[in-house]
């Protein structure tokens, strides 16, 4: 088993900055491909950004030159800075990490951007 915590979210104006972080514990195997995922009220979860253990990196054509994922993977923990925040980008944020057959989602964490 899995478990995924995240971290980071909150209230910020447009322009803005957040970084969020996702650790995870558990039996985490050697390759994985970690990321992020958010869904918006009245929409289907859709993905941001996902990357895999050696670093290779996937990004939703919305979010390109604006998030930037990474992860430490010493530590099991994956990160999205998201620069330049748009309205748009308000949705519950959701850290996954799939490996082998298996997909884990962390509870989410909130990301509200309004002035």
């Known amino acids: 088993q899995v478990q995924l915590v995240e971290s980071g979210g909150g209230l910020v104006q447009p322009g803005g900055s957040l970084r969020l972080s996702c650790a995870a514990s558990g039996s985490i195997l050697r390759y994985n491909t970690m990321g992020w995922y958010r869904q918006a009220p009245g929409n289907e979860r859709e993905l941001v950004a996902t990357?895999?253990?050696?670093?290779?990196?996937n990004y939703a054509d919305s979010v390109k030159g604006r998030f930037t994922i990474s992860r430490d993977n010493a530590k099991n923990t994956v990160y999205l800075q998201m620069n330049s925040l748009r309205p748009e980008d308000t949705a519950v944020y959701y850290c996954?990490?799939?490996?082998?057959?298996?997909?884990?989602w962390g509870q989410g964490t909130q990301v509200t951007v309004s002035s």
């Open positions: 996954n990490l799939n490996q082998v057959i298996y997909s884990y």
């Open positions: 990357i895999t253990t050696v670093g290779s990196t």
